[in-house]
């Protein structure tokens, strides 16, 4: 039996963990929030409640394995109480990092540290309570623009106009660079908003980029059978708040009142082009001002750097193909560009070897591949003999205050009551601070009982 360590309790982390141990290994798995889930339970949707209620039945199930030990609020990085060269100082013998794609791609325009500007990773873990996210502003107002085409821009406009309990959002403009052909979302999520869609704006919208998109021969009667099935409906009046598009144009300069919160959006238009068969799209010099009073960009995330791995354009270097993945994706293993070395026995899996890629089911897939290949290493990989005890020890020694299972179900025990009494569903702690001190009432009662 040898000891790993994880490195985030994402759904790669958790999947990954639950099949290294299970081929007998000890896991320790630490990760930077209180509880296990990542984006699981901080960002997919807040309603929907059947998938997130399974997913965490099974992190619970992959917590119940004896061999896996769980360490929350425990964030390793540069920036922290604990680091890389701390955790390689215990010799576990290897170490999996899936702690997803946390850093944020910096949009570069003038203005975009106006206020009303977010990240929608943000955005996101504000509206889904992640402690850290919910004391800061993300107030929203009447009209927003929400940059990028994919679902998550999806669950930004279903949170905006149908879920958000202060109701301020009028009107959502989705900026897109390209056009509606290039459109990422899932008919399925787009149904949760279908009834905002305006489309007497959309026909206009079509009719303006027209003459665009037959210069790359789309053909917009077939718009609906290959990116917007909505259109397949008839066409409804939408009463009160409304999303529209505007296809073809890229952010270019953020403008602020003189509160400092963003008024205007500058966009560059862009026109079309093809090459080998792929659209893409190219700036021109004309430009178009959106009155907006706030701004979130969905345009995918990035790892976070100060977790202090080789880096590449937007996750953490694995060592090059070597042909065994028939997508072509970089093997899992950390690899360091700048002497060519792999870096022995660490590991990286999910959205922290390829930022922003796909749903829960691909992030499982790859913390599983990625255990796989961890298991292979293993078996010539030198004894670690640290334990879970030794590793409590050296974070307490750094003043951590460590969430063990224990304290999961207290907290879980806390969260429930509060619900019951509250008469509500479900019920979840927006902030650390709250969570610990609930942990240690429900651990005093019980050593009261
Ligand atoms: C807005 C949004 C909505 C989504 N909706 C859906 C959906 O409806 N259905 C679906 O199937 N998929 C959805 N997804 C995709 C899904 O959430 C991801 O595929 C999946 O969560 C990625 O898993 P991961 O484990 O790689 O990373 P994450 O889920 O991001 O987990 C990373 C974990 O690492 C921890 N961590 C981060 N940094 C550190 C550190 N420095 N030290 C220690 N721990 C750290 C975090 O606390 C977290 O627990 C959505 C994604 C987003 C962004």
């Given at each position: 039996m040898k000891t790993v360590f994880v490195i985030g309790a994402g759904p790669a982390g958790m999947f990954a963990a639950q099949k290294i141990a299970q081929a007998g290994h000890e896991v320790i798995i630490l990760n930077r929030d209180i509880k296990p889930g990542g984006l699981a339970e901080y960002g997919i949707y807040p309603t929907k409640d059947k998938m997130k209620t399974g997913l965490r039945k099974q992190f619970a199930k992959v917590l119940s394995l004896p061999t896996?030990?769980?360490?929350?609020?425990?964030?390793?990085?540069?920036?922290?109480?604990?680091?890389?060269?701390?955790?390689?100082a215990l010799s576990p013998a290897a170490i999996v990092f899936s702690v997803g794609a946390q850093g944020t791609k910096k949009l570069g325009l003038p203005g975009e540290t106006a206020r009303g500007v977010y990240p929608a990773k943000d955005f996101v873990y504000n509206y889904n309570s992640l402690p850290l996210y919910t004391s800061q502003d993300f107030s929203v107002g009447k009209r927003v623009a929400v940059v990028g085409m994919g679902n998550v821009m999806v669950d930004i406009v279903h949170w905006l106009l149908i879920d958000d309990p202060k109701k301020t959002t009028e009107e959502v403009i989705v900026v897109a660079r390209r056009g509606p052909f290039e459109a990422k979302f899932d008919g399925k999520e787009f149904n949760y908003v279908e009834k905002h869609f305006d489309r007497k704006l959309f026909d206009e919208e079509l009719a303006r980029i027209q003459p665009q998109l037959a210069a790359v021969g789309q053909d917009i009667s077939k718009l609906a059978d290959e990116t917007f099935p909505a259109l397949k409906k008839p066409a409804e009046e939408v009463n009160g708040s409304r999303f529209r598009f505007r296809f073809l144009c890229q952010p270019k300069e953020i403008h602020a009142d003189s509160s400092g919160r963003i008024s205007r959006l500058t966009v560059t238009e862009n026109v079309l082009s093809e090459r080998d068969g792929s659209i893409a799209c190219k700036a021109t010099d004309k430009t178009a001002d959106i009155e907006v009073d706030t701004m979130i960009f969905a345009i995918g995330d990035v790892a976070d750097p100060s977790v202090g791995l080789p880096y590449g354009r937007d996750a953490y270097v694995t060592t090059p193909n070597i042909g065994e993945d028939p997508k072509g994706y970089p093997a899992y293993e950390i690899f360091d560009p700048k002497n060519s070395n792999v870096l022995e026995g660490m590991y990286a899996v999910g959205w922290?070897?390829?930022?922003?890629?796909?749903?829960?089911?691909?992030?499982?897939?790859?913390?599983?591949?990625?255990?796989?290949?961890?298991?292979?290493?293993?078996?010539s990989a030198s004894d670690s003999s640290?334990?879970?005890?030794?590793?409590?020890?050296?974070?307490?020694?750094?003043?951590?205050?460590?969430?063990?299972?224990?304290?999961?179900?207290?907290?879980?025990?806390?969260?429930?009551?509060?619900?019951?009494?509250?008469?509500?569903?479900?019920?979840?702690?927006?902030?650390?601070?709250?969570?610990?001190?609930a942990i240690e009432t429900e651990k005093s009662k019980a050593v009261t009982v």
């Open positions: 896996v030990h769980y360490f929350g609020n425990v964030t390793v990085s540069n920036d922290s109480k604990i680091n890389l060269a701390d955790l390689q922290a070897r390829k930022a922003s890629d796909g749903l829960v089911g691909i992030a499982r897939h790859d913390g599983e591949v990625g255990a796989a290949h961890v298991l292979k290493y293993l078996e640290i334990s879970a005890e030794q590793v409590r020890g050296h974070l307490e020694r750094r003043n951590i205050r460590v969430v063990d299972k224990a304290d999961l179900d207290c907290l879980g025990r806390a969260e429930e009551k509060v619900a019951k009494d509250r008469g509500l569903t479900w019920f979840k702690f927006d902030k650390d601070e709250d969570m610990l001190n």
